[in-house]
Nanobody, 124 residues
Framework: QLQLIESGGGLVQAGGSLRLSCAAS????????MGWFRQAPGKEREFVAA????????YYAVSVKGRFTISRDNAKKLVYLQMNSLKPEDTALYYC?????????????????WGQGTQVTVSS
């Protein structure tokens, strides 16, 4: 069983930056595709970014493209989400997710493992 723990959330002003981290347990981290999702109050959970097992392929939601960057360090079993130029509409609970490599579409929500979430709040 893979365990995921997010960290790095907090309160920032619009235009500021945060870096979220997702720590994964297990000894086969490099065999997993990873994604970040978020859910704001009153809204559906939505895709934010994803990275394949090797780090060679990434995907971003249109709403965050150019502002957010997903990366991974397989040696440290960590996935990062660097968030720049934050907007109030980025306020949400952010989740990281993992699934065995080779999934058809990294942007869907059919991931096998999910973290507990970390809160990001952006003030205007």
């Amino acid at each position: 069983q893979l365990q995921l723990i997010e960290s790095g959330g907090g309160l920032v002003q619009a235009g500021g930056s945060l870096r979220l981290s997702c720590a994964a347990s297990g000894r086969t981290f490099s065999s997993y595709d990873m994604g970040w999702f978020r859910q704001a109050p009153g809204k559906e959970r939505e895709f934010v970014a994803a990275i394949n097992w090797s780090g060679g392929t990434t995907y971003y939601a249109v709403s965050v493209k150019g502002r957010f960057t997903i990366s991974r360090d397989n040696a440290k079993k960590l996935v990062y989400l660097q968030m720049n130029s934050l907007k109030p509409e980025d306020t949400a609970l952010y989740y990281c997710a993992a699934d065995r490599k080779g999934r058809r579409d990294l942007r869907d929500q059919n991931y096998a493992y999910w973290g507990q979430g970390t809160q990001v709040t952006v003030s205007s």
